[in-house]
């Protein structure tokens, strides 16, 4: 397998198929006399922004900081080794409401999206 | 039967969508000034867009992945972010044209400033995306675009010289404004092959969960839509040679004299006939560009998406299309004139083809995506010559508009 | 002369074989747009401005006709003439502007374009007011200015000025 022909960029579902993001990043371990071994996937505006280089990624890990209004942000990860499946998505077996990944989408349903009538 | 019915519904749904606001002012326009000479952009796009369509259902129906998802998964993010801003860019403007078009017609049932409706407008339409289902959007608003079929029969009507239009869908060389003739082959192509329709296009074999069994169909429904809803463009074509050219109206700079095209053959039944038609074509398609808006951002950052969801099931993207729609409404509230935003963004959305049409040289290439379903010689011939077409129009855009659009 | 233009970018880009085409690109557009801008002379305003004028005027025609026959709902009716008024009077003042290399000529082109703001903008009271008559009358006066236009036009562009 072709770690970025066949994963990077790739949707990603949790175990109960909903659509959580793109893979935006990977992080590799590097092994000694090894080869370098995946151990998480990432997800976010921050992973997207270091993709395009090294300013756009400060620039969205300031925007993130600045909108969650936290000090330092990371990327979110999810460890490689809960891959339950590859095929036309990637599943992962963790469930996206007990991590952070939506909190955006939960800050825009509550305070937007929800109160407009007939959402 | 079932797929029979499904054929024929969606063929209709193709028929019934495919004029817009574009396809009906640079129709008009070419026929005014230049009669049946410009059949053939007409035809060239259809074919053009017949190809990519077939494409794009393929895609979808064989690998699972709408077409920004492939772009997004086989080009990288880094790739994926110029098409993705050049598509984003060109149908905002296609959609405050079309926008601006059921604007007009409002106005012109009303006498009420067009700048007064852009707003009213856009709320139906965010009304519609709101509480409507993909179904309905689809299917529904597309059977009201049948009503499209009104200059069809005008065209028929009007017994118009059949071999001067064949003649006419043979590619000529202008005898006259020659600057002009360019530019609105150069409109009436980017009017026709609309990004946002192959792209729409294969996000609805997603919504209706197409699968293999579809190739059939989706083949019927591309080559037998499009070839129809090219049909009644030609109508339009004919219909403003005939009336407008044939009075002495060559230049239909001003949308006032539109509805001139259709009072000659059907008396006051053709006034509302054709403000009828543009408010339900515009309207259709400002549904069906807000929603490809929502369709590429979510699905190129892999949000939750679906026409079908609840507005809470999916924030991001109703978010995006209630931005877009609200977003392109301002140019027309602001009173921009949506005839000349209407040339203007077919010309751009013709030199914005590159960007868009590369990819599908790779991914329906890919048997990774279509497996054994991968394009035949004539598909990859057609698309390398769309990609041609589509580098010939970016070039000769910029100095044509300055020539022939002024 | 758009057909010399493309011609002359591909052949551009073969003899230089499309280094840096960006920039050659633009550096080769440059010269040639500004010259061609330059070349579009004060006569082809004119002449475009005369096309349009004509057209427009031919709209009104079909408007009132319209609105005669009833075909035509009376706000609709109004409200386009009043925009064909407009550009009417427009490209008066437009080809008032040119500078002419016969004056007489000019004013012959400028008063057609007079008389037919004029008559559309009578037509357009006419039809607000629900005359009948001074519609038509509205109407006549288009087509008589229409052809004064025409013939203004032929001697406007006579090769002999």
């Given at each position: 397998m072709q770690l970025l022909r066949d994963i990077l960029d790739k949707q990603v579902v949790d175990r109960e198929q909903v659509k959580i993001g793109k893979v935006d990043g990977l992080v590799a371990e590097l092994r000694q006399a090894k080869p370098p071994r995946v151990i998480a996937v990432e997800l976010g505006s921050i992973a997207l922004g270091r993709r395009l280089g090294a300013v756009p990624g400060r620039w969205a890990a300031r925007l993130v900081a600045r909108l969650s209004g936290k000090r330092q942000t990371r990327p979110h990860r999810i460890a490689w080794n809960k891959v339950r499946d590859i095929g036309v998505d990637i599943e992962f077996d963790i469930d996206v409401r007990q991590t952070k990944i939506f909190a955006w989408q939960d800050w825009l349903r509550e305070h937007v999206i929800g109160r407009i009538p007939g959402a | 039967m079932k797929k029979l019915l499904e054929i024929s519904l969606g063929v209709v749904t193709s028929v019934g969508g495919f004029l817009e606001v574009g396809s009906i002012a640079t129709a008009a326009q070419a026929g005014a000034l230049f009669g049946f000479q410009l059949v053939w952009a007409v035809v060239l796009g259809t074919i053009c867009i017949i190809f990519l369509v077939e494409m794009a259902g393929r895609f979808a129906a064989v690998s699972h992945h709408t077409i920004a998802d492939g772009i997004r998964e086989r080009f990288g993010f880094n790739a994926f972010i110029w098409p993705l801003l050049a598509a984003l860019f060109v149908n905002f403007l296609v959609l405050s044209a079309e926008i601006g078009g059921v604007a007009i017609a409002a106005e012109l049932a009303t006498g009420i400033g067009f700048q007064w409706w852009a707003l009213p407008v856009a709320f139906f339409v965010w009304l519609l995306l709101w509480k409507g289902t993909f179904g309905l959007i689809e299917k529904g608003m597309s059977m009201l675009g049948l009503v499209t079929l009104c200059f069809v029969v005008a065209a028929v009507m009007l017994h118009p010289d059949w071999k001067e239009v064949a003649t006419g869908a043979v590619p000529n060389l202008p005898q006259h404004d020659t600057a002009k003739y360019w530019f609105m082959a150069v409109s009436i192509l980017g009017a026709s092959i609309s990004p946002y329709l192959f792209m729409f296009y294969s996000s609805g074999g997603i919504e209706d969960q197409w699968d293999k069994t579809y190739i059939g169909a989706n083949r019927a429904i591309a080559g037998l839509g499009m070839s129809f809803g090219g049909g009644i463009s030609v109508g339009v074509l004919i219909v403003a040679a005939l009336v407008l050219g044939a009075h002495g109206v060559t230049q239909v700079d001003d949308y006032n004299q539109l509805p001139l095209m259709l009072i000659p053959i059907f008396g006051f039944w053709g006034f509302v006939l054709f403000v009828v038609s543009l408010a339900i074509a515009c309207f259709g398609a400002a549904l069906e560009v807000?929603?490809?808006?929502?369709?590429?951002?979510?699905?190129?950052?892999?949000?939750?998406?679906?026409?079908?969801?609840?507005?809470?099931?999916?924030?991001?993207?109703s978010l995006v299309y209630t931005l877009s729609v609200f977003l392109a409404a301002v140019p027309i509230a602001l009173g921009l004139d949506p005839l000349k935003l209407t040339i203007f963004s077919m010309a751009l959305t013709a030199a914005s083809l590159p960007l868009t049409v590369v990819p599908f040289l790779f991914l329906l290439n890919d048997d990774h995506y279509v497996g054994e379903h991968c394009n035949g010689v004539i598909s990859n011939a057609a698309v390398i010559f769309i990609i041609a077409l589509g580098f010939v129009l970016a070039l000769v855009t910029i100095p044509l508009q300055i020539f022939g659009g002024a | 002369m758009v057909a010399a233009f493309i011609f002359m970018i591909s052949s551009n880009c073969n003899e230089r074989k499309m280094v840096g085409s960006a920039i050659r690109l633009t550096r080769a557009f440059l010269p040639l747009l500004l010259l061609a801008l330059t070349s579009c002379s004060s006569s082809e305003t004119a002449e475009q401005q005369i096309k349009l004028a004509s057209s427009t005027a031919q709209a009104a025609v079909m408007v009132t006709d319209a609105w005669l026959s009833g075909a035509a709902p009376p706000r609709y009716a109004s409200s386009a003439l009043q925009s064909f008024t407009e550009t009417l009077a427009d490209a008066g003042r437009q080809v008032q502007s040119v500078s002419p290399s016969d004056p007489a000529r000019r004013e012959a082109v400028s008063t057609a374009l007079g008389r037919l703001s004029s008559a559309a903008k009578r037509a357009q009271t006419a039809v607000e007011a629900e005359q009948h008559a001074q519609a038509g009358q509205a109407q006549r006066e288009l087509r008589t200015a229409q052809s004064d236009l025409a013939t203004a036009y032929r001697q406007y562009f006579s090769p002999d000025r």
């Open positions: - | 807000a929603l490809q808006q929502a369709y590429l951002v979510a699905q190129g950052f892999g949000w939750t998406w679906g026409e079908d969801l609840k507005p809470r099931d999916d924030p991001g993207f | -």
